[in-house]
């Protein structure tokens, strides 16, 4: 399987780097100062109880939300220097996001919601079809590229998600509770999934409650109270 591209970071360069970031929303302070640096190559859990400022982390990273003070940092590139256009089009080509409802598009089959991902990004119908279909026969879902999402298992939703996720080759992968909404088995299997991706050099940020998943996919657990990281530790995957 392919990930990254050949303007993606090098193997330990910093992918993602967060100085002093603060979030408020009105009164309250979502972040509070956080700092935090992924270099290519790792997976990174982020753990914490509700509320504690890990969604707002990732929206951070993906450009979705603009930190009230601090600085974002993603593959080389100052979010806050972006305009929301600059941010959309960084988010296409440079992220890829896996959420724990898939997200899929109801009125379009398997192949074409992984497609979309590239055309979006300018690639040819052709071209992007071609890739959507190579991701899915990787991802040992082909078979089902004509089914629409209603008609496929909780599994295989996200094995779609993950495959529109990888279409761009995004120099980062960012996962948020991505076995929340699967059975144990699929959720088994979506672990295997990002195991692999990042044994092959994929650098994911991973938002989870769930103790197994990080202790299973991360080689480092990012623990967030308050708004600020309070614990890291280097994790030894189980199996």
Do not use: W
């Not at 982390?57 to 220097?81: C, F, H, K, W």
């Not at 999934?193 to 989870?208: P, S």
């Not at 409650?209 to 030894?236: F, I, K, N, P, Y």
Request: charged share 25%; glycine share 10%; with cysteine.
């Amino acid at each position: 399987m392919t990930t990254g591209d050949s303007s993606s970071a090098g193997e330990g360069q910093v992918v993602v780097q967060l100085d002093a970031v603060r979030k408020e929303y009105g009164e309250s302070a979502a972040l509070d100062g956080l700092s935090l640096e992924i270099r290519a190559g790792e997976a990174v859990a982020v753990m914490g109880p509700s509320g504690c400022g890990k969604s707002t982390l990732l929206n951070m990273v993906a450009g979705l939300d603009r930190p009230t003070s601090g600085r974002v940092v993603v593959n080389g590139e100052d979010l806050g220097s972006m305009n929301e256009t600059g941010l959309a089009l960084f988010r296409r080509r440079r992220i890829g996001m896996i959420f724990q409802f898939f997200n899929l598009l109801d009125d379009l089959p398997a192949l074409d919601n992984v497609a979309l991902a590239a055309q979006l990004t300018g690639a040819s119908a052709a071209q992007a079809r071609r890739r959507a279909l190579e991701l899915l026969d990787e991802l040992g879902i082909a078979d089902r590229r004509n089914v629409y999402p209603a008609a496929l298992s909780g599994g295989e939703r996200q094995r779609v998600a993950v495959a529109r996720a990888l279409m761009n080759r995004p120099a980062l992968l960012l996962a948020d509770e991505p076995t929340g909404a699967l059975d144990s088995h699929a959720g088994e299997q979506v672990m295997d999934l990002l195991i692999d991706l990042n044994q092959i050099g994929q650098t994911l940020l991973i938002v989870t409650h769930d103790q197994r998943l990080a202790t299973r996919c991360a080689s480092r657990l990012v623990e967030v109270a308050d708004g600020r990281v309070v614990r890291q530790s280097t994790l030894e995957r189980t199996a």
